[in-house]
């Protein structure tokens, strides 16, 4: 029984080496018609009318681009900016497509996949004989986007967009990370999509 302990023990010190930070892995597209950084590398932020009355939840996801473009060497400017900059970020609720079962009926919890709570054949929590029922597991699609366009002509700079799904619902770690990797390359991205994995603490 000692090689079983000593499983054990290697998986459990695996798990804790990897407890303090998680992998978000984002599936990214960015359109660019800039040569270089832009000079100067000044822009302020643009609310579409929809987004007028939306604070405080698109502040802090302005805060969360905010502070991708600085990594990538935009500045913040209230008052002569070069650029002006559109961003969103949503999330929707979903059942995980990798899960199926010919007796459920309806979903757990609003968005994809059907209404509220428990359902489908023999009852509330049980379905033949002793197999008990549990919910399907809940799949979080988080999107973030950002438009940077020219603050004179209105003409669109470089736009760019990310998608992440997974089990965590931590909304504002998750858009930080996403915008992350929605800006990877800038201001000259890879065409075409591409998988880019940031790493962010639990």
Avoid at 32 to 40: E, I, M, V
Avoid at 160 to 188: I, K, Q
Wanted: with cysteine.
């Amino acid at each position: 029984m000692r090689w079983i302990r000593v499983s054990f023990l290697c998986a459990a010190l695996a798990l804790a080496g990897c407890a303090s930070q998680r992998i978000v892995d984002s599936d990214v597209q960015s359109y660019s018609h800039l040569t270089a950084l832009p000079a100067p590398p000044s822009y302020h932020f643009e609310r579409l009318p929809s987004q007028q009355h939306q604070d405080p939840q698109q502040s802090a996801i302005e805060t969360a681009a905010a502070q991708a473009l600085t990594k990538v060497g935009m500045r913040l400017d209230g008052t002569a900016p070069a650029y002006r900059v559109q961003v969103y970020a949503h999330t929707e609720r979903a059942l995980s497509p990798d899960w199926y079962d010919p007796w459920w009926d309806g979903g757990w919890g609003p968005g994809w996949g059907g209404g509220w709570g428990w359902g489908g054949w023999g009852g509330r929590g049980f379905y033949g004989g002793l197999s008990m029922r549990f919910p399907p597991p809940r799949l979080y699609r988080h999107e973030v986007g950002l438009i940077l366009r020219d603050a004179v002509s209105g003409n669109v700079a470089y736009e760019t967009h990310a998608v992440h799904e997974g089990l965590w619902s931590d909304n504002p770690a998750l858009f930080g990370a996403l915008f992350d990797a929605a800006l990877s390359g800038f201001p000259l991205p890879p065409q075409g999509p591409r998988r880019i994995h940031i790493e962010i603490p639990r």
